[in-house]
């Protein structure tokens, strides 16, 4: 039992050195981050950690004092932390992810992108064009809880009062606005989640939503209140199908790694796919949720039409420029 003790006493003395260094530069990437360390201790690290677990081992193997073997399983946890652990704060993360990969990852995504916005108008035009040839071709376009009461029958003033009449109103248009955002949002999310079945899916459900809002347009139009409709739509509109088409634009990308896996393997190739569209649907859910900001605050503030395309006008342009040149240039 001495001998088992005096070898501990002296396993520790010739590394205690080297243990105490290590621990101090793990406090303090604790305390302050990667960026606590200069150059010389940030190479150091790796090192007195390798150490660290070879003297962990070593002491599992001769049966040293438990108290030993805690210590260094403590301090090897906790290096392995900082050395293999996130190296930026959860604000760097969140600011890195929308200054750059996010961005990036849609704009390496743009043929699909492309395509998926593509399907959502052909399913608009075609509805509109069906709809304005027969109005009775509305309710197979649309549920009859999600028209909230405007059909082709509806009086040009009733479909005017619920762009503008906030008193008249306010509570079926808020209705009416919650079930137009969850709808395109479960389209949305649906487009992404069926992506692995081809794509199929994910066109067929970007086909119909487009089928919703035009022939929700054609009604509109019909009694002349075309500008009025996008008036009221587009301020979050623009936002909300955006993200609708980067979720339908991210689940082709899914259907491409299962389709075309080229030559590393269908499940290679849908890992990479998988971390692009995740990247994109992160970022696409973000911007649901500012789109229902948008919506909510125009709703009760904003009646003025020219104040309400001038904010669509703005959003477009904002999208456009921060998809365009956010995160280029950066590693």
């Known amino acids: 039992m001495a001998a088992l003790r005096l070898r501990s006493v002296e396993f520790r003395r010739e590394r205690q050195a080297s243990w105490r260094e290590l621990e101090k530069l793990v406090e303090r990437v604790e305390k302050r981050g990667m960026t606590a360390l200069g150059a010389e201790e940030l190479s150091r690290l790796p090192i007195l950690y390798r150490e660290a677990l070879s003297s962990l081992g070593v002491a599992r193997a001769i049966s040293l004092d438990r108290n030993v073997v805690e210590y260094l399983e403590s301090l090897a946890g906790r290096a392995f932390l900082c050395v293999y652990g996130t190296k930026t704060r959860p604000w760097h993360a969140l600011r890195d992810f929308f200054a750059g990969r996010f961005p990036a990852a849609v704009r390496r995504a743009r043929w699909a992108l492309l395509l998926a916005a593509a399907f959502l108008v052909l399913g608009t035009l075609t509805a509109f ?194 998809f365009a040149r956010a995160g280029r240039g950066r590693r």
């Not at 909300?240 to 339908?248: P, S």
């Open 129 to 322: 064009a069906l709809t304005l040839d027969d109005p009775d071709r509305f309710y197979a376009f649309i549920p009859e809880e999600m028209a909230q009461g405007r059909t082709p029958t509806t009086p040009r003033e009733e479909l005017r009062d619920a762009l503008y009449d906030e008193e008249r109103a306010a509570d079926r248009l808020a209705a009416f606005s919650s079930l137009l955002f969850t709808h395109n949002s479960r389209v949305g999310l649906l487009a992404f989640g069926l992506g692995f079945l081809a794509g199929l899916p994910s066109f067929l459900l970007l086909f119909w939503n487009g089928l919703t809002l035009g022939a929700l347009a054609a009604v509109f139009h019909r009694s002349g209140l075309s500008p009025d409709l996008w008036g009221w739509l587009l301020p979050h509109g623009v936002t909300e199908l955006l993200a609708v088409v980067l979720c339908g634009g991210a689940g082709l990308l899914l259907a491409r790694g299962l389709i075309f896996p080229g030559l590393h393997g269908r499940r290679a190739s849908l890992a990479v796919a998988g971390r692009e569209a995740g990247l994109i649907v992160v970022g696409a859910v973000c911007m649901l949720l500012l789109a229902g900001l948008i919506e909510g605050i125009f709703r009760q503030t904003v009646l003025d039409i020219v104040v309400r395309y001038g904010v669509a006008l703005a959003t477009l342009l904002f999208w456009a420029a921060y």
